[in-house]
């Protein structure tokens, strides 16, 4: 009940802090640059999504689609040759530059590999009932699914429409979102899990015009147990001696645990559950299912903008079993 109470009060203070005005930006490309930073992210992690629906049922490619998948994928070293193949312009102010076929497209680019890939940045924020919001992460990597498709032969954009939705619903699908207000997306976390029992989730942070990747963070923090000591009083953790790396993991239930103010500051709290594959000398392979994960970080507010400062970000696998009767104050 105390956490209930903390986190309301939280969720308050955050309210008058962020205000209406903040929901994605006032007007079109306002919003920060939320939704160029996606189309970034998506590029970056390109490999990973095109990889993920290649393993997945889920993902239901024909052969024929299947073949251009791969061949995008195998092609994108090359591609990201060019160091400046995201180039970001806008229709109104150059009229002309987005028409195909009679149409304004959100973006367009040549027929060989490695060709730029030019994105209409009038298109990338759309307006909703509580202001602009940014064009989202599956959504972007749709957007990119399509033009690097034109890079492998003359296809009709419904044919690459048709992979890149399939692709892109795929991630929404595999993806657990959690906004801190379920109004206003200015703060969230993202988990995108896989059905590897060999793989890891990408976590990421949206605060404001930022996206912070914690997936590295997360895999280092994450454990399995081996030689652990326990102590039956709440909060004391239990005297882990020896633990080892999981082969995979999987975290899930994420939801918001805790918002306080500070100097003017937010302090703000995660916590999921936790799923490690562990291996031990037995060659045996199981799933630890004891633990969860708490992930701290403080937001602050500079000229009217809120920025995570990265110094504060604290994860920690924990385990609260119910054997603990005895808690301190």
């Not at 989730?201 to 399995?224: F, M, N, R, W």
């Not at 103010?261 to 299912?289: A, F, P, Q, W």
Request: proline share 4%; aromatic share 8%.
């Amino acid at each position: 009940m105390k956490n209930s109470r903390v986190f309301v009060m939280g969720l308050v203070i955050l309210w008058a802090h962020l205000g209406w005005g903040l929901q994605g930006g006032d007007l079109v490309n306002n919003g920060g640059g939320l939704a160029e930073k996606n189309m970034f992210y998506a590029y970056e992690k390109m490999e990973k999504y095109l990889q993920l629906c290649l393993g997945s049922d889920s993902c239901k490619l024909t052969n024929e689609q299947r073949d251009l998948v791969l061949k995008i994928l195998k092609s994108l070293p090359q591609e990201k040759a060019n160091q400046n193949q995201l180039v970001f312009l806008s229709e109104k102010k150059a009229p002309g530059t987005f028409i195909i076929d009679g149409q304004v497209r959100i973006a367009k680019t040549g027929s060989a590999v490695g060709s730029s890939i030019m994105v209409n940045v009038d298109l990338l924020y759309s307006k909703g009932a509580n202001g602009y919001e940014a064009m989202s992460l599956p959504e972007a990597v749709a957007v990119l699914v399509h033009e690097f498709g034109h890079h492998h032969g003359n296809f009709s954009h419904e044919d690459l429409d048709l992979i890149a939705v399939r692709i892109s619903m795929l991630l929404q699908q595999k993806t657990i979102s959690t906004p801190l207000l379920p109004w206003n997306s200015f703060v969230s976390a993202s988990v995108l899990g896989s059905s590897s029992r060999a793989d890891f989730p990408q976590v990421l942070l949206t605060v404001g015009e930022e996206v912070i990747d914690l997936s590295d963070e997360y895999k280092k923090a994450v454990h399995c147990e081996v030689l652990t000591i326990p102590i039956p009083i709440l909060p004391l953790p239990d005297l882990e001696l020896v633990t080892k790396v999981p082969a995979g993991s999987i975290l899930h239930n994420i939801h918001w645990d805790k918002v306080k103010e500070k100097d003017g500051s937010l302090v703000i709290k995660i916590v999921g559950s936790v799923s490690n594959t562990c291996v031990y000398k037995n060659d045996v392979e199981m799933r630890n299912n004891n633990f969860q994960m708490s992930i701290r970080f403080v937001i602050k507010k500079t000229n009217d903008t809120w920025k995570y400062d990265p110094t504060t970000l604290e994860l920690d696998q924990f385990k609260d079993p119910w054997w603990k009767l005895i808690k301190l104050p």
